[in-house]
């Protein structure tokens, strides 16, 4: 079965063409990274307008790199939430239109059931159940319990900021750009990880929630008094050591906050199988490796295959899909107006 794949929930305008929800046949990501490096975040109005101009194409991008036509597929599945409004509807309204005139079936997939499904693309090996997801995004953060495919069991989240919010918010205060989290990474690779000891957040013993506004206002008051200390009076005299040491330190921090939950989750979770990082934020090399050393022998680990499954991307979107369908045909249809919405089927 072969799904086109469309996602427009935030700055990314994406199309691809999956076969069978894991051989990606084509990829195409329109990044907006440019233009929203200019504001220092989405500005949700502009990201419509680019998903305007870029839907179109990447969808014809897509066939054309798959060597396919319209006629040989055989379903759409679409983002339908959650996400910014105005960038979702691009791309329901693109999908809505194309099943009316093509009469494709349509399948509308949860943002997050895509990040899950990131870790089934080009694997070739059988995914076994339960696994234990940790999705860490900038609009989301959570833990799920996966039994089999479509049964998720919501174990946490985050409290306030998502981890992908607060690395952008971090290289916002220490003026490296957006989007925030790749050039933290990168900052921190020259950077002691040990030069500031930030504190972690105190929640009721057990909890498997996240909150990161704590940790985030503490790199900012220490920026402050830093600048301060050493009399820097512009952003563009604040010493590179400096940047590199807060960033640094505040990545070994959230990384440690959330492969410390992720831990605590296994152990209330004998069974599980495999444990699986996805999300923009599951990209960070030294999450992965952090939580790389602590994971059982018994346990499998896996991460997106490739960087581009790791933040959005239509493909996880196909592949969410085609699971979703496996799990009840009759359900879908073509046809159906299908409009955003963020409560629906978690
Ligand atoms: O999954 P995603 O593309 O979008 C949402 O669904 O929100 O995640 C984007 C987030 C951003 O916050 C970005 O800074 C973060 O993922 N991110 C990273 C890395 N690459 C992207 N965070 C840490 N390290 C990275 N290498
Ligand atoms: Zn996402």
Redesign the pocket.
């Known amino acids: 079965m072969k799904i086109l794949g469309i996602e427009s ?2 700055d990314d305008s994406s199309a691809s063409v999956v076969e069978n929800g894991r051989k990606v046949l084509s990829s195409v990501i329109k990044s907006q990274s440019t233009i929203h490096n200019l504001t220092g975040g989405v500005v949700p109005e502009v990201a419509a307008r680019e998903h305007l101009s870029n839907m179109i194409p990447a969808i014809d991008e897509a066939l054309k790199l798959a060597n396919l036509s319209m006629k040989d597929i055989d379903a759409i599945a679409i983002t339908q939430g959650p996400g910014l409004v105005s960038s979702l509807i691009v791309g329901t309204e693109t999908a809505n239109v194309i099943s009316f005139v093509e009469d494709k079936l349509l399948i509308p997939v949860h ?1 997050i059931h895509g ?1 899950i499904y990131a870790n089934f693309l080009e694997v070739e090996d059988e995914i076994r159940f339960p696994a234990l997801i940790l999705t860490v ?4 953060n959570e833990l799920i319990l996966m039994r089999d495919h479509f049964d998720f069991t919501l174990l946490g989240q985050s409290r306030d900021d998502a981890g ?2 607060a ?2 918010k971090v290289a916002r205060i220490l003026g490296l750009g957006y ?4 050039k ?2 990168e900052a921190s690779q020259k950077g002691n990880p040990d030069a500031f000891k930030f504190p972690k957040a105190r929640l009721e013993k057990g909890s498997l929630d996240f909150s990161f506004s704590g940790l985030k206002t503490a790199v900012l008051n220490q920026f402050t008094e830093e600048v301060k200390r050493e009399n820097i009076s512009d952003e563009a005299s604040v010493p590179e050591k400096l940047k590199n040491d807060i960033a640094a330190s505040f990545q070994k921090a959230i990384n440690e906050a959330l492969s410390e939950k992720l831990m605590l989750a296994l152990a209330n979770y004998p069974d599980v199988k495999e444990v699986h990082l996805a ?3 599951s ?2 090399e030294n999450l992965r490796e952090m939580i790389r050393l602590q994971m059982p022998q018994n346990v499998v680990f896996r991460f997106p295959k490739s960087l581009e499954y ?3 991307n239509a493909s996880m979107i196909a592949a969410a899909g085609y699971f979703r369908f496996q799990k009840n045909p009759s359900e879908f249809k073509a046809k159906t107006n299908i409009v955003p919405s963020s409560d629906f089927g978690f």
Do not use: K, Q, R, Y
């Open positions: 929930s935030c943002h990040h995004s900038g609009g989301h992908g919010e690395f952008d989007p925030g989290g790749p933290i990474s999300g923009g934020v990209a960070n790791c933040t959005d």
